[in-house]
């Protein structure tokens, strides 16, 4: 009995110290981190970066929104926030390299024909 107890603490013990090491190592990772990225608390910090994307996003699409319809391409009736969407769509999509006309949505394959076609 004795001799089970002895064993059932030296397993705890054993375990604490091990749980102890792996603390000591974590706190020295998350001070390295800190340090080396100037971040105390990096919830807070994706929270302030998000805010501040979501509020260049509105601004992205308001100025859209009063590009096109000072070009003449605004869209005949939907709410602002739908036209806001359908020029940020229509603005986001990358670009050709070689002619500044938009990329198209689809990947041409070779068909088994040898030709090419569109999926």
Do not use: W
């Given at each position: 009995?004795?001799?089970?107890?002895a064993?059932a603490?030296?397993?705890a013990?054993?375990?604490?110290?091990?749980?102890?090491?792996?603390?000591?190592?974590?706190?020295?990772s998350?001070?390295?981190?800190?340090?080396?990225?100037?971040?105390?608390d990096?919830?807070?910090?994706?929270?302030?970066?998000?805010g501040v994307m979501?509020?260049?996003?509105?601004?992205?699409?308001e100025?859209?929104?009063?590009?096109?319809?000072?070009?003449?391409?605004?869209?005949?009736?939907?709410?602002a926030?739908?036209q806001g969407?359908?020029?940020?769509?229509?603005?986001?999509?990358?670009?050709?390299?070689?002619?500044?006309?938009?990329?198209?949505?689809?990947?041409?394959t070779?068909?088994?024909?040898?030709?090419?076609?569109r999926?």
């Open positions: 009995m004795k001799q089970a107890r064993d603490m030296r397993y013990r054993a375990d604490l110290d091990e749980a102890l090491e792996r603390l000591k190592d974590a706190r020295q998350l001070t390295s981190f800190r340090t080396r990225t100037r971040i105390v990096p919830e807070a910090d994706i929270q302030g970066r998000m979501n509020n260049l996003q509105q601004q992205l699409a100025a859209l929104i009063q590009y096109e319809s000072s070009a003449g391409h605004g869209d005949c009736g939907g709410s926030a739908d969407a359908a020029a940020y769509r229509r603005h986001s999509r990358p670009q050709s390299i070689s002619n500044g006309r938009p990329l198209p949505l689809t990947t041409p070779p068909a088994a024909s040898g030709r090419i076609t999926r």
